[in-house]
């Protein structure tokens, strides 16, 4: 019977990470602050992916599905919060026009 192997990834917040999961079951899993000693590190994790498929000795083709965790309406909202933080310089990308300039 052949296995079934599912990557998840998660990128592009605060501390990116990889999990590979066997038939269900958690094979590996790691965070790319790990591999690039960045705390925090918000990349694409290209060493944790890695490191999951070198535990499980598989090559990507052998995945049968990536997931790509991502919260549009979290990120929108931080983006929000971010930019309000340092209104009124922060309303223009957004087109708002006040009597600030």
């Given at each position: ?10 990128a592009f917040y605060h501390d ?37 498929l070198q535990v499980a000795g ?44």
């Amino acid at each position: 019977m052949a296995h079934s192997y599912i990557l998840g990834i998660s990128a592009f917040y605060h501390d990116s990470a990889a999990c590979l999961l066997k038939d269900g079951d958690i094979v590996a899993a790691a965070q790319e602050e790990r591999f690039t000693r960045k705390k925090g590190d918000a990349s694409f994790p290209k060493h944790a992916v890695e490191y999951c498929l070198q535990v499980a000795g598989i090559r990507p083709s052998e995945l049968a599905h990536v997931g790509f965790y991502d919260k549009p309406l979290l990120k929108f909202e931080r983006i929000l919060e971010t930019y309000l933080g340092v209104a009124p310089r922060a309303s223009r990308p957004f087109g708002w026009r006040g009597r600030c300039g």
